[in-house]
């Protein structure tokens, strides 16, 4: 295989969501580093994804409290559905 691969895709209310688990090396302090942006843009624009990121220290605060994390989740996928 060639290219990027996605962490976990989704089908969620019928489309199919992208997701990426972005850890530390994936940024510059908060800022997203010049080839996560890359790898966001190629799939957004190149191949037609909808794509959501979870910065680690957002998935930080809400692992450990399962209600939660899934509101985090259905939060962020509504957004990126929204977008």
Not at 10 to 19: D, I, K, W
Not at 24 to 34: A, K, L, N, V
Request: charged share 30%.
């Amino acid at each position: 295989d060639e290219g990027y691969s996605i962490d976990v895709v989704v089908n969620f209310q019928g489309a199919e969501v992208g997701v990426e688990v972005d850890g530390p090396s994936h940024f510059f302090g908060r800022d997203p580093s010049g080839p996560t942006l890359l790898k966001r843009r190629q799939l957004r624009k190149l191949g037609g994804w909808k794509l959501c990121s979870v910065p680690y220290w957002e998935w930080d605060e809400v692992w450990s409290d399962a209600p939660r994390r899934q509101q985090y989740l259905l939060q962020l996928l509504r957004r990126t559905l929204e977008a």
